[in-house]
């Protein structure tokens, strides 16, 4: 079995520990990413290519980490990035996370292609419990109609702020996920339809997996999704990675961009967000004043993620290992994680000399090795 979940002290453990008892289907569809993983590699590390410039004798005994993250107060500056599919790890799948989310009072940005549907989902938050808040991550289907019923059921259940991913025109190419379907088509005897890109949909195709994604999606678009969600709170564009659409996106008004390459998993080669950061930062420095910026992306330590808040983002997503951590050990994983990225972040402040997030600054960090990369 796994470690037990008292011995977990990061979450490389967490990691390790899922691998051991998940499924060869789920562990793929999780860990795995797009053709030869470059962009996923380099979201692990370009982290560690910043460095802090700590100052020392500060007086950081009292360490305040609440942030506000499209409006809403956080107890902590991260979130759960959207991701799909939760129940392959664990049968109670999503809610895992929401319960996670309430206990901590952090946002949880639910995936358009969530295991638990979105009532039952609206409905675990509604339990007692102390805060947390959830978003709507929406693909654009092909179908207008079903895309503007999504938004608009999002908005009923409460949903409060929209997410919308961009990244996704057609399924970037997963080959792990690929070849784990052409052995079981294999071994059972049958013909083997290829999972990704431009396979036709099939009456029983699992959606999430296939090409129920919108290629044909434009910017003017985006100006009916925007009229669908009205006033009902604000909405970030996701899977941004370049200067030109961070500034066609705050440019339409929108309230926040979210830079991310999708875990690694869209076009391979792509920016890390962190790297997309860098770029926005020097080539449009007043996105800061009008939009909020999101990222994620490779995040596994709170250093990160202080490094990630120095350089301007207002909040970090974590993807896989929430559902590594849901995987391995329910609820109690999920809070682990939490408790663990909180714990770090405590640490890391007061070894970098701050004492609260409104006071990181681009000077607390050097990042002259990426400029020059
Ligand atoms: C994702 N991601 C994702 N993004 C999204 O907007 N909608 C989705 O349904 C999914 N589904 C999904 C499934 C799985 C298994 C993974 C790993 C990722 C991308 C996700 O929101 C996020 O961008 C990355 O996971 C961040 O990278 P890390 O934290 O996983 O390294």
């Known amino acids: 079995g796994p470690l037990p979940i008292e011995m977990c002290v990061n979450l490389h453990d967490i990691s390790l520990a899922a691998q051991k008892v998940l499924p060869e289907r789920a562990w793929t569809y999780y860990a795995s990413a797009s053709e030869d993983l470059h962009s996923h590699r380099r979201n692990l590390h370009d982290w560690d290519r910043i460095l802090f410039r700590p100052r020392v004798l500060k007086n950081?005994?009292?360490?305040?980490?609440?942030?506000?993250?499209?409006?809403?107060?956080?107890?902590?500056?991260?979130?759960?990035?959207?991701?799909?599919?939760?129940?392959?790890?664990?049968?109670?799948?999503?809610?895992?996370?929401?319960?996670?989310?309430?206990?901590?009072?952090?946002?949880?940005?639910?995936?358009?292609?969530?295991?638990?549907?979105?009532?039952?989902?609206?409905?675990?938050?509604?339990?007692?419990?102390?805060?947390?808040?959830?978003?709507?991550?929406?693909?654009?289907?092909?179908?207008?109609?079903?895309?503007?019923?999504?938004?608009?059921?999002?908005?009923?259940?409460?949903?409060?702020?929209?997410?919308?991913?961009?990244?996704?025109?057609?399924?970037?190419?997963?080959?792990?996920?690929?070849?784990?379907?052409?052995?079981?088509?294999?071994?059972?005897?049958?013909?083997?339809?290829?999972?990704?890109?431009?396979?036709?949909?099939?009456?029983?195709?699992?959606?999430?997996?296939?090409?129920?994604?919108?290629?044909?999606?434009?910017?003017?678009?985006?100006?009916w999704v925007k009229e669908a969600w009205g006033n009902t709170g604000p909405i970030s564009i996701k899977g941004i990675l370049t200067t030109e659409d961070a500034k066609i996106a705050c440019e339409m008004g929108f309230q926040s961009i979210y830079l991310s390459n999708h875990g690694g998993r869209q076009i391979d080669s792509g920016p890390s967000g962190l790297r997309a950061l860098l770029e926005i930062r020097r080539f449009y420095p007043d996105v800061f004043d009008k939009c909020e910026v999101l990222l994620d992306g490779g995040v596994r330590r709170s250093r990160d993620i202080l490094k990630a808040l120095c350089l301007g983002a207002t909040g970090v997503g974590l993807g896989r290992p929430f559902l590594y951590a849901l995987s391995a050990y329910g609820t109690e994983g999920v809070l682990k994680v939490i408790q663990i990225l909180s714990d770090e972040l405590e640490i890391s402040m007061r070894l970098l000399g701050v004492t609260s997030l409104d006071e990181l600054r681009p000077h607390m960090v050097n990042k002259l090795d990426l400029d020059n990369s």
Not at 99 to 109: D, E, L, T, V
Not at 156 to 181: C, F, N, P, S
Request: hydrophobic share 40%; proline share 4%; glycine share 8%.
């Open 60 to 223: 950081v005994k009292h360490v305040n980490m609440h942030r506000k993250i499209l409006g809403f107060e956080s107890s902590l500056p991260f979130f759960i990035a959207p991701a799909a599919m939760a129940g392959l790890g664990h049968p109670d799948g999503e809610r895992c996370l929401v319960r996670g989310a309430k206990k901590f009072n952090i946002p949880y940005f639910v995936s358009d292609g969530s295991s638990v549907s979105h009532e039952d989902l609206a409905q675990e938050l509604e339990r007692e419990g102390y805060g947390g808040v959830l978003f709507y991550q929406l693909y654009a289907k092909k179908k207008k109609d079903l895309t503007i019923q999504r938004i608009h059921r999002a908005r009923q259940l409460g949903y409060k702020a929209l997410i919308i991913t961009v990244d996704t025109a057609v399924m970037g190419i997963r080959e792990e996920d690929d070849r784990y379907r052409m052995r079981q088509a294999f071994e059972r005897g049958e013909k083997y339809i290829p999972l990704c890109g431009l396979a036709p949909l099939t009456k029983d195709d699992d959606w999430v997996l296939r090409g129920v994604h919108n290629a044909a999606l434009d910017w003017n678009d985006l100006k």
